[in-house]
C-alpha cells in the first residue's frame, strides 16, 4: 500500500502562473516533509521541507502547506518559470527525519512559455 | 564543494549475474542510504548506513547488501540478477543518521539494466 500519493501524475501551467502540486500520506506517524525535483538524467534535488509542527514553509518562489488533519501537502510555486519544467516529488519521513524517505510517485510538471 | 558521487553511471548485465554499484557521500556526511527508482515509481528505500553500521533495511530480498567504508563511501551489492532490477539506484548523503536539520543530499544514480 503506498502511504505517499501523488494522484496527477502530470500537470501543464503557462509560464507566470501559479503551479499547485499536491500530496496525499495516510501514515499518522509520519512528521518531516520534503518536495524534491528531479530532471532527466540527474539526481532528485532538494527543494523545500516542512515540520509537522507548521503548517507552512516558503522559501522565494516555493511555499509548502501542511494541513495534517487531511493528511495533505502541497507544492506552490509562484511565478512559474519554464526550468521548472520536471518531476516532482513528495516525501515523507517519521521521527523527526530519522527514518528513510518514502516517496510518491511523482508529478510531471510542464511550464509552457 | 563535491556532492553525492556514484559510479558507474551506467551498466548492463544479464540475469544471473551480481552488479556492485559505488557511492561517495559528501565531505563530512557520515550518512549513506541507498534507494531504487524503478521507471514511473518515485525512489524506494534499501539501506541505510551510519558510522559503518546498517541502520534501516527496506523490503528488498536478501540478494541486495551493503557496506560503508572508513571513509564513509559505501558499495551496494546486487546478487543473481533479475529483469525486475532493472532501475536507476540512487545513493544519498546526509551528515547524521537523521536529516532534521538538513536534508538528504543526492547522486545523479546508476541506471542499470538487466537483459
Known amino acids: 500500500d503506498q502511504q505517499v500519493k501523488q494522484n496527477s501524475p502530470s500537470l501543464s501551467v503557462q509560464e507566470g502562473r501559479i503551479s499547485i502540486l499536491n500530496c496525499d500520506y495516510t501514515?499518522?506517524?509520519?512528521?518531516?516533509f520534503l518536495w524534491y525535483k528531479k530532471y532527466p538524467a540527474e539526481g532528485p534535488t532538494f527543494l523545500i521541507s516542512?515540520?509537522?509542527?507548521?503548517d507552512k514553509n516558503e522559501d522565494g518562489r516555493f511555499t509548502v502547506f501542511l494541513n495534517k488533519s487531511a493528511k495533505h501537502l502541497s507544492l506552490h510555486i509562484v511565478p512559474s518559470q519554464p526550468g521548472d519544467s520536471a518531476v516532482y516529488f513528495c516525501?515523507?519521513?517519521?521521527?523527526?527525519?530519522?527514518?528513510?524517505?518514502?516517496f510518491g510517485k511523482g508529478t510531471r510538471l510542464s511550464v509552457i512559455a | 564543494d563535491a556532492g553525492v558521487t556514484q559510479s558507474p553511471t551506467h551498466l548492463i548485465k544479464t540475469r544471473g549475474q551480481h552488479v556492485t554499484l559505488r557511492c561517495s557521500p559528501i565531505s563530512g556526511h557520515k550518512s549513506v542510504s541507498w534507494y531504487q527508482q524503478v521507471l514511473g515509481q518515485g525512489p524506494q528505500f534499501i539501506f541505510q548506513y551510519y558510522e559503518k553500521e546498517e541502520r534501516g533495511r527496506g523490503n528488498f530480498p536478501d540478494r541486495f547488501s551493503a557496506r560503508q567504508f572508513p571513509n564513509y563511501s559505501s558499495e551496494l551489492n546486487v546478487n543473481a540478477l533479475l529483469l525486475g532490477d532493472s532501475a536507476l539506484y540512487l545513493c544519498?548523503?546526509?551528515?547524521?543518521?537523521?536529516?532534521?536539520?538538513?536534508?538528504?543530499?543526492f547522486g545523479d544514480g546508476t541506471r542499470l539494466s538487466i537483459l
Open positions: 544519498a548523503s546526509s551528515p547524521a543518521a537523521g536529516q532534521r536539520i538538513k536534508p538528504q543530499h
Open positions: 516542512i515540520s509537522s509542527i507548521k
Open positions: 516525501a515523507a519521513s517519521e521521527g523527526s527525519g530519522n527514518t528513510p524517505l518514502v
Open positions: 501514515n499518522s506517524m509520519f512528521d518531516y
